[in-house]
């Protein structure tokens, strides 16, 4: 599985991005889908997880993210989504799409098989 993701930006608080990770393969929907996060200096951190249709699309997502970030998938299109709103200056970080075939341990980022390049993210004060 090849993972891209895009649609980092610059953008300023309280303003929206929609991020995407196009996924290669036609196993994509057995894989739960994740987003993560690294910010200069921090380690990387969970923020979202869809798990497969077959396991009810069930989302995920630190407290941090809750009620503005909302994930989704596309499976038709091998496609999932991160629509980021109300964004903060917090949010500034290099974020990441990844992919596992288990449903379970979602939060470890070293549970993870396969990664996206990451895509830049930048919110002004």
């Known amino acids: 599985v090849q993972l891209q993701a895009s649609g980092g930006g610059l953008v300023q608080a309280g303003g929206s991005l929609r991020l995407s990770c196009a996924a290669s393969?036609?196993?994509?929907?057995?894989?739960?889908m994740a987003w993560f996060r690294q910010a200069p200096g921090k380690e990387r951190e969970f923020v979202a997880a869809?798990?497969?249709?077959?396991?009810?699309?069930?989302?995920y997502y630190v407290d941090s993210v809750k009620d503005r970030f909302t994930i989704s998938r596309d499976n038709a299109n091998n496609t999932v989504y991160l629509q980021m709103n109300r964004l903060k200056p917090d949010d500034t970080a290099v974020y990441y799409c990844?992919?596992?075939?288990?449903?379970?341990?979602?939060?470890?980022?070293?549970?993870?098989?396969?990664w996206g390049q990451g895509t830049q993210v930048t919110v002004s004060s």
């Open positions: 990844a992919a596992k075939r288990s449903s379970s341990d979602f939060v470890r980022s070293g549970g993870y098989d396969y």
């Open positions: 393969g036609r196993a994509f929907v057995t894989y739960t």
């Open positions: 869809i798990t497969s249709p077959w396991r009810g699309s069930s989302t």
